[in-house]
């Protein structure tokens, strides 16, 4: 027994350091410039797949492809991502600092995958791999363990070095502690901010390229082995490398005694993989958190929708539905079909994070539950089986809600991101199980299939009814969520979201209202996932794991989380160019894969979300009388082409959007005439000076010398 604890205690302490230095760049990062970096694990994988190209691709020495990963790219990539993507947003708000590294993890694995075929297997031989291993009694240490943790001790050291002994180490410790007042000291806290970035890229990259041989080389896995060193910053409370040096020991060494000593049964495997993403959540449950740097609200207006407004959208949502399924091919069916079930979860972070000001990344995780819960119990069409799925998806925010009520802002997204990682990696492959009698399945390690529902004695099973139904459910949601914005419980949460403090000073329960909208939010995300289920016929726990949900936030939070439109904006960029960039080639799905992230990396240039403008452009033509109608018609002179095989999808798309689009400059230009202010009438004695003489003036002076 002794010996297999030193033996893993060695494993444990090797991956210890790893996470050690990934850790460390977080915290000095954070503490320098206050963004938590939620893409600095996948600049460490951008790292190892550079290293992996220049060593093993392109045959260039070790220390050479070392020296040009760590000393030229890794800086240039920090030295980037501080110029271009965070500085313009180093004004705005907390929420939108989070969104940009958000997008750029999503981004940067997109650009992995991309340049780098997932399908190719990309093995990396550990560092002095041909030496002898030291013998410690019974335990056994390689030459790239070794290294590793002497590596982590000369980070630690080497930081020390840095923060109190010289001045640039001085302007990073000032910066954390009031940033405008180093300005005013003569020293510069951009050069502390470059610096943070530049040593925290090449420290996430030292940890990258540590690790990379002892896992396979995956641009998501890599990415998500940060979740350990999440954890071991949160140890250090974000402000405190030792700490967190302390917590990489605790994280690393319970991964390395859990795979050692941890039952073998069917139902524990997965426990290792979430143990990270439990202990992170813990972590953030049990350790008093400081205020976050740059935790300050901006506050924003939500827009307070008008009923007469929502009920037309609800109808221009289910009428766009009942034209595609007229006029999409059944092929289409299944690529477009989704956009109105995606809608529905995209539309769960506008009650949530648009009005709230709650930060989740795990809806689409509930919408996986939603879709588990009715594939199981609606296997034959039952409707009650829906009102199950929203039920139990709604249930299960609302546990999440309850022990994250201490938590707000990043702290929130880091352990709403835990909470769906534990559930990609553990409770979605576990086999089926009894608790009191009662059966509980999830995937069954593979996929489960879903049927349409029966309603009023019809069974919707065509991709076109399920369609119209996933609509029609996307236009009572948003009508549901327009309600709620309109009402007083919609006004309680704006007032959360402003300040929480200021909320509970007023009376307000802090408890009942995150339990609340946590629960509304996940019950939205679980009837979207269920209907998605039903039109994909079989869905698997990949579909609705934590890097999947990315890139549904990021469209939602470019179209505008306080907006309803949100989620039929949502659904229908995420699959709309899905179709044209197809016809380009096979190439064509890793630009689609990477839009999101560049338009989310885009969100300083409009951090209200795009809808708020597109409804300043459009809204003359909603108001307009007299050139709505004709829109209309000229929409249904189009179906009408369409369906009678006159004019084929890209035929009626054209009519419709040159149609549009000169019908809105009309509506422009009619309402702009109307508010033109009437020409002044100019004095009698001014003619011929500020207007022109005209000819019938001499006429109109005589009569009136004559009347008078």
Not at 48 to 69: D, N, R
Not at 368 to 386: C, D
Not at 672 to 678: E, G, L, Q, V, Y
Request: net charge positive.
């Amino acid at each position: 027994m002794t010996e297999q604890l030193l033996i893993f205690g060695i494993v444990g302490l090797s991956t210890a350091a790893i996470y050690a230095v990934i850790g460390s760049g977080l915290v000095l990062t954070y503490t320098t410039t206050g963004v938590f970096n939620f893409a600095h694990g996948a600049a460490g994988m951008l790292s190892a797949f550079a290293y992996w190209q220049l060593s093993v691709g392109w045959g260039l020495p070790v220390p050479l492809a070392l020296a040009l990963v760590l000393l030229v790219l890794a800086p240039l990539f920090g030295l980037a991502v501080e110029r271009f993507v965070l500085r313009p947003v180093q004004a705005l708000g907390e929420a939108e600092r989070l969104v940009m590294t958000v997008a750029m993890l999503a981004g940067l694995i997109a650009a992995a995958r991309w340049i780098w075929d997932p399908n190719t297997p990309r093995p990396l031989e550990t560092f002095f791999a041909d030496r002898a291993p030291i013998h410690l009694g019974p335990a056994t240490v390689t030459w790239h363990q070794a290294t590793t943790m002497l590596v982590a001790v000369a980070v630690a050291v080497g930081l020390r070095v840095l923060l109190y002994r010289t001045r640039v180490g001085a302007e990073m410790r000032a910066t954390v502690d009031d940033r405008a007042l180093v300005g005013l000291t003569g020293a510069d806290p951009r050069r502390a901010g470059r610096v943070a970035w530049v040593l925290g890229t090449q420290l996430a990259a030292v940890g990258g390229i540590l690790i990379a041989p002892t896992v396979a080389l995956d641009a998501a896995q890599l990415s998500l082995l940060i979740v350990s060193a999440y954890t071991a910053a949160i140890f250090g409370r974000l402000r405190s490398l030792p700490l967190t040096f302390l917590g990489a020991v605790v994280v690393g060494c319970l991964e390395s005694y859990l795979t050692g000593f941890l039952p073998q049964n069917e139902y524990l495997p997965g426990l290792r993989l979430a143990a990270p993403a439990l202990l992170l959540f813990l972590a953030l449950l049990l350790f008093p958190q400081r205020r976050l740097h740059g935790g300050d609200r901006r506050a924003r207006r939500v827009p307070e929708p008008t009923m007469r407004g929502t009920l037309v959208f609800a109808a221009v949502t289910v009428t766009f539905g009942i034209i595609l399924a007229t006029v999409l091919s059944p092929s289409e069916l299944v690529t477009y079909g989704p956009m109105f079930s995606l809608g529905i979860v995209a539309l769960s972070f506008v009650p949530l994070a648009g009005y709230a000001g709650q930060i989740s990344l795990c809806q689409l995780s509930m919408a996986g539950i939603g879709a588990l819960v009715w594939a199981h119990l609606g296997s034959e069409g039952q409707p009650w089986a829906l009102v199950a799925a929203v039920a139990v998806a709604a249930l299960v925010g609302a546990l999440v809600a309850v022990p994250a009520l201490r938590l707000s802002g990043v702290y929130l997204a880091l352990g709403t991101a835990a909470f769906a990682v534990v559930l990609d990696r553990w409770i979605f492959t576990m086999p089926s199980f009894e608790v009191l009698g009662v059966n509980v399945a999830f995937f069954e390690q593979g996929s489960v299939e879903a049927v349409g529902p029966s309603l009023f004695g019809l069974t919707l099973d065509s991709e076109a009814e399920l369609l119209v139904l996933a609509a029609v459910a996307l236009a009572a949601a948003s009508i549901g969520v327009a309600a709620l914005r309109r009402g007083r419980f919609g006004r309680r949460l704006i007032a959360l979201r402003d300040s929480e403090a200021a909320y509970a000073t007023l009376g307000g329960n802090l408890l009942a209202a995150r339990v609340a909208v946590f629960a509304l939010a996940a019950g939205i995300a679980g009837l979207g996932g269920a209907l998605y289920g039903m039109q994909q016929r079989a869905v698997t726990a990949e579909q609705f794991n934590f890097v999947a949900g990315l890139p549904l936030f990021l469209v939602a939070v470019i179209a505008g989380l306080g907006s309803v439109g949100a989620g039929l904006f949502t659904g229908v960029a995420f699959l709309g160019p899905a179709h044209g960039l197809s016809l380009l080639g096979p190439w064509a799905h890793n630009v689609l894969s990477l839009l999101p992230a560049l338009a989310g990396l885009g969100l300083a240039r409009s951090p209200d979300g795009i809808i708020g403008g597109f409804r300043q452009q459009w809204g003359p033509l909603g108001r307009d009388r007299v050139v709505l109608p004709l829109l209309f018609a000229a929409l249904a002179g189009a179906w009408g082409l369409r369906l009678a095989d006159v004019v084929g999808g890209w035929g009626l798309t054209l009519i419709v959007v040159v149609a549009a689009l000169l019908l809105r400059m009309w509506a422009a230009a009619r309402e702009a005439a109307k508010a033109a202010p009437a020409t002044p009438e100019i004095p009698v004695e001014w003619w011929g000076l500020r207007r022109p003489w005209r000819s019938e003036d001499e006429e109109v002076l005589a009569r009136g010398v004559a009347g008078g």
